[in-house]
């Protein structure tokens, strides 16, 4: 009988261990999650975006959920959200942008660097972001989905394209308020978003610098000046 209740009290303190070891690694376990998502630029103290929660809403633009994440970012700032009400049909076309992330080269292989890639057919306006941006944090889609969506006809300009740059900038530069990890991603994206919360702060708040980069860009020197909703000269 002693040695019966021996056994028992030796197992009940082996279980002790085990139970502690295992609260001791899950904590260990999220510290280095914390520490992952820190790097990455991810929040640390949200949950897990809940893609099916928005799945119906955004069923006329995206079945993606970075993008859903990214729009509802947009959503709760003034910054962005016109570009938001664009996003979901408040546009030109009156219909709601499509969203994905496609091999942009697989359209034409001279846009393989591109970021984004705006595109109309058959009256809809579509966004096909780079396939490499996927995991870029929502904050830094967030600020190129604001910019894309000034584009919503076929005639482009270096006036428009000075503004949608602007833009962007300042929607990263708002996001990353709440969420500063970003700023600290290697995604491609948060260099490309980085750049222009240089160039728009180098400008004291202002397109002063960035519309210097968009007009020396070789990928825009056949645009025009102007394009219609951006004829003035001095944007």
């Given at each position: 009988?002693?040695?019966?209740?021996?056994?028992?009290?030796?197992?009940?303190?082996?279980?002790?261990?085990?139970?502690?070891?295992?609260?001791?690694?899950?904590?260990?376990?999220?510290?280095?999650?914390?520490?992952?998502?820190?790097?990455?630029?991810?929040?640390?103290?949200?949950?897990?975006?809940?893609?099916e929660?928005?799945?119906k809403k955004y069923k006329k633009i995206t079945k993606d959920g970075a993008v859903m994440q990214a729009m509802e970012l947009?959503?709760?700032?003034?910054?962005?959200?016109?570009?938001?009400?664009?996003?979901?049909?408040?546009?030109?076309?009156?219909?709601p942008f499509k969203i994905e992330f496609k091999n942009i080269s697989?359209?034409?292989?001279?846009?393989a660097s591109f970021d984004a890639l705006g595109w109309k057919k058959k009256g809809t306006l579509y966004i096909y972001i780079n396939e490499k941006h996927r995991n870029a944090p929502p904050e830094a889609i967030a600020a190129l989905l604001a910019h894309e969506?000034?584009?919503?006809?076929e005639f482009a300009s270096l006036n428009e394209e000075t503004y949608a740059w602007t833009?962007?900038?300042?929607?990263?530069?708002?996001?990353?308020?709440k969420n500063?990890?970003?700023l600290k991603s290697p995604s491609p994206l948060v260099t490309r978003e980085n750049m222009l919360k240089k160039l728009f702060e180098k400008g004291d708040y202002t397109n002063k610098y960035i519309k210097k980069a968009v007009y020396t860009n070789p990928?825009?020197?056949?645009?025009?000046?102007?394009s219609p909703g951006f004829e003035d000269e001095d944007l």
């Open positions: 009988m002693k040695r019966d209740k021996l056994f028992l009290v030796v197992l009940f303190a082996l279980f002790a261990q085990a139970y502690a070891f295992a609260a001791g690694n899950a904590g260990l376990d999220e510290s280095r999650m914390k520490a992952v998502k820190a790097e990455e630029g991810m929040s640390v103290n949200k949950p897990e975006f809940d893609t929660a928005y799945a947009m959503q709760k700032e003034n910054i962005s959200r016109y570009s938001y009400n664009a996003l979901m049909g408040n546009n030109l076309t009156e219909k697989e359209i034409n292989p001279e846009y969506a000034i584009h919503q006809d833009l962007e900038a300042a929607t990263w530069m708002k996001l990353t308020e500063p990890n970003a990928g825009y020197k056949k645009l025009p000046t102007r």
